[in-house]
Every structure is written in structure tokens, then in C-alpha cells.
């Protein structure tokens, strides 16, 4: 059962003020999100910011749209494009990137100019969309925090990436406040260890290559050892696994506690590992099942993919 929460060990997620509830958006209406307000602010830290209004637009205020013009994009008013606001927009991340390198994750607004993970709209000169791309207070943020995890609150309805989204917050959260405050080559190699299984699942070629460059440490810093590691780390886990990933991880996890389990045991793990890839069970029904056995055996505990964030989120009960 895990155990309540202590604040100051809750992981930092900026949010769009609009999504928190705050009556921000250019028609001075918010976009609340119930997931995220009532459900998770049990597990994280908020930090709220609407780059519109911090940058000094009003609420209300006329909408504004991203226009391209001589393959640059600026922020205008959609009937008075005469001001761009791109360059204070990008001022503005900056600052908040600054103050966010303690964070964890990061939720935007959906279709939002500013604040739009890929789903923002972006016109041409005469007024026609031309395609959709990231609102560009994200696209200056992601320049500042490559790593940091983000995603659109429209997104955690989707089960999938719902899960995949808080695996990358909770791994980067541990990587921020168990190994960087105490860095040394160790807890990079307990870090791998214990993400060694993760990584498999998601990305085998990054696995071996961070294993080699954790066998030869000594011709790099251990600032940069640590840097070039996170950086394969994160973007090993930034891909999206399916059900035949997640099938692959437990039964490489059956096959690590094989020594200790019957083989009555195994069967049954092995059997609802395939009703899992037939879709007839969700993963929590066989990850369930495998917790319970290493509970039992007290075997491999220390590896993240038992527990890769708080069960009482429900993350696998629908995938």
C-alpha cells in the first residue's frame, strides 16, 4: 500500500493556468481540468503560468493566432496582426525555464497558440492554416528543458500516453532528487540497474549504449558522464510502448524470478501475460500478479519497473 505523500517529496509539474482553473483565457474562461486538479494534485506540486498574460495581454483580449511570414513564425492578433508578441513569448520562457529546473513534467493547454503540444494552429500570410505545430511559448520552453517531460491535458484522457507521460515524470523526479544531489559514478550504475529492464522494453540499442558508457567512465567528467547519460535516458523513455513491449518486460521479469518461482507459478504468470496480449486483460492483472510474486520471494526489488509511479493512480488498469 503506498503510503501518503509528503509535500516537499511530491514531484513540481508546471501546468497552463487555464487548465488549474484560472480564468486566464482570452475570452476570461478557463479550461479546468477535473483529472488534474482533483485527482492528481493528491501526487504533485503545481506551478501554474499563462504566457499570454504574464507577457501583459489583457483578459478578455482578442484571440491571437501564430502566423508564418518569411519562415518565421510571430504571435499576432487574428484581426489586427500588427504586433508580434513572438519575441516577448520567447522572453518569457526563459525566465520560466530558469525557474523550473527543479520540475518534473509539464502539462499545456490543447490547441493553444502558446501553449499547444503539436496541436496548435499555425496560418499563413493570407490567412489559411497551413498545419499544425507547437505553440510557441512550448517550442522556446523545450529549447531551455529538452529533458523535461510534457504533455497536453487533452492527452491524458488517452490511457496510453497518460501512463507513458507520468513513467518519464517519475524517472526524471528520481534522477533530479536521489542521483544529482549526490552524483557519483555508483549511483549512476544503481540508477541503470535499476532502470535496466525499463530501458529494455523501450529502447534496447540506447540500453547497450548507456551500458558501454557506463563500463568506461573515465575519459568524460562526472558532470558529463551524468549529462550524456540522462540525456539517452530520457530519450529512450520519450517513446510511446505498446502492448507488446509491456508483454516483453514481464516476461523478461518472470524469467529474472524463475529460480525462486514453482512452476505452477510460472505457467500462471506466463498465461495471463498472453490473455494480456490478446487484449482480454488490462496490464495491471498480470503486473498485479508479478509484484505479488517478488513480494513473496523478496527478489529484485530495487528495479523501477514494479512500481514505476504511485498504484493508487490506476495508470495500468486501462492499457
Not at 501518503?4 to 487555464?18: E, F, L, T, V, W
Not at 490567412?127 to 510534457?150: E, N, Q, T
Not at 515524470?169 to 542521483?179: G, L, P
Not at 490473455?275 to 517478488?294: C, D, E
Request: aromatic residues 10%; hydrophobic residues 40%.
Amino acid at each position: 500500500m503506498q503510503q501518503p505523500i509528503d509535500n516537499a517529496n511530491k514531484p513540481i509539474i508546471g501546468i497552463s493556468a487555464c487548465v488549474a482553473g484560472q480564468e486566464v483565457r482570452y475570452n476570461a474562461s478557463h479550461k479546468r481540468s477535473k483529472y488534474c486538479m482533483d485527482t492528481l494534485s493528491a501526487y504533485f506540486r503545481y506551478r501554474p503560468f499563462c504566457p499570454e498574460v504574464a507577457i501583459g495581454l489583457p483578459v478578455p483580449r482578442p484571440a491571437i493566432r501564430i502566423v508564418e511570414r518569411d519562415n518565421q513564425l510571430t504571435l499576432v492578433e487574428t484581426h489586427e496582426p500588427k504586433d508580434d508578441h513572438a519575441p516577448a513569448i520567447e522572453a518569457y520562457a526563459a525566465k520560466v525555464a530558469a525557474g523550473m529546473r527543479d520540475a518534473s513534467g509539464f502539462i499545456f493547454m490543447q490547441k493553444s497558440p502558446t501553449c499547444g503540444l503539436g496541436s496548435a494552429k499555425v496560418y499563413g500570410i493570407k490567412g489559411g492554416p497551413l498545419r499544425s505545430d507547437d505553440g510557441l511559448f512550448v517550442r522556446a520552453l523545450r529549447k531551455h528543458l529538452p529533458l523535461l517531460p510534457i504533455t497536453e491535458a487533452g492527452r491524458l484522457n488517452d490511457a496510453k500516453l497518460r501512463e507513458h507521460f507520468f513513467a518519464q515524470v517519475y524517472a526524471y523526479h528520481e534522477w533530479q532528487t536521489e542521483i544529482m544531489p549526490n552524483l557519483s559514478v555508483r549511483q549512476l550504475t544503481d540508477f541503470h540497474y535499476r532502470y535496466k529492464m525499463t530501458l529494455r522494453a523501450h529502447d534496447q540499442v540506447i540500453l547497450r549504449q548507456l551500458g558501454k558508457l557506463l563500463a568506461d567512465p573515465h575519459n568524460v567528467s562526472l558532470e558529463e558522464l551524468a549529462q550524456r547519460y540522462i540525456e539517452d535516458f530520457m530519450r529512450a523513455l520519450s517513446k510511446v510502448i505498446g502492448v507488446k513491449h509491456h508483454a516483453y518486460a514481464m516476461t523478461r521479469m518472470v524469467h529474472y524470478m524463475k529460480r525462486w518461482m514453482t512452476t505452477d507459478e510460472r505457467q500462471y504468470a506466463d498465461q495471463l501475460i498472453e490473455q494480456y496480449k490478446q487484449g482480454s486483460i488490462p496490464l495491471v492483472a498480470p503486473m498485479s500478479t508479478l509484484r505479488f510474486f517478488m513480494q513473496k520471494y523478496q527478489c529484485a526489488k530495487r528495479l523501477a519497473v514494479w512500481e514505476p509511479y504511485p498504484q493508487e493512480l490506476g495508470l495500468q488498469n486501462a492499457i
